[in-house]
């Protein structure tokens, strides 16, 4: 089973700063996807990267995967109050395996 | 179209007492998953079930049971529940496992609370 570590566990920050979560593991991931959890509901998926090196942006939100395929980030640049929530990466075997979270709160 | 619906949304139960939570998806898919989520953890998977008829241990298998009752249904059984069961439970469905090139529809949780 691989081990991914999710940092930071919590983020505060103002309206429109910028932040960067990571998602890292010893091991190489075929592929990795990001998801989005609100309160009160399940996660929603926000991207798939499964190529080293790939670079994906989705609006305000730029997604990275390490070129030896064992990390990853999501940067959001100018935050917004609706970009809270609970960040999950999740790599891919023959079935997910989703790291701690990073909790983010965007302050107006 | 739904998507994954999940019931109850919460549940109280006593220590020892058992319990059947349900899942059903519209979305035709083949593959379904339980998972519960616990503070700083994440998501951990308790049992999958690739296509219609087949079922797998995931992550914490323990204490629970499943059932793949049709393509759209899959139900999470707790026998005896015990406090460390309290969480939230997630079902979701995909089109298909492995290459991690499917994505995963989440249904709304259920919180279960055991005293």
């Known amino acids: 089973t691989q081990l991914l570590e999710q940092s930071p566990q919590f983020l505060s920050i103002q309206e429109g700063e910028n932040l960067t979560v990571y998602c890292n593991s010893s091991?190489?991931?075929?592929?990795l996807q990001w998801y989005r959890q609100e309160p009160g509901e399940g996660p929603v998926l926000l991207v798939t990267?499964?190529?080293?090196?790939e670079v994906k942006k989705l609006k305000r939100l730029t997604f990275q995967f390490g070129d030896a395929r064992k990390d990853s980030s999501l940067h959001i640049t100018a935050a917004q109050p609706g970009d809270t929530g609970l960040y999950l990466c999740g790599a891919a075997g023959n079935k997910l395996t989703f790291g701690g979270g990073t909790r983010v709160l965007v302050k107006p | 179209n739904a998507g994954v619906t999940q019931t109850p949304k919460f549940q109280v139960l006593k220590t020892g007492q058992s319990m059947t939570l349900q899942c059903a998806q519209d979305?035709?898919?083949?593959?379904m998953y339980w998972y519960r989520q616990d503070p700083g953890m994440g998501l951990r998977l308790i049992y999958y079930?690739?296509?219609?008829?087949?079922?797998d241990k995931g992550e914490v298998p323990n204490g629970y049971n499943v059932s793949r009752l049709n393509k759209r249904e899959f139900s999470l059984r707790l026998e005896s529940a015990a406090p460390s069961q309290t969480s939230v439970y997630f079902c979701?469905?995909?089109?298909?496992?492995?290459?991690?090139?499917?994505?995963?529809?989440f249904g709304p949780g259920t919180r279960l609370t055991v005293t």
């Open positions: 990267v499964v190529t080293g090196g």
């Open positions: 079930s690739a296509s219609e008829g087949t079922t």
């Open positions: 979701a469905s995909s089109e298909g496992v492995g290459g991690g090139l499917y994505e995963q529809y």
């Open positions: 091991s190489v991931f075929s592929s």
């Open positions: 979305m035709n898919h083949n593959s």
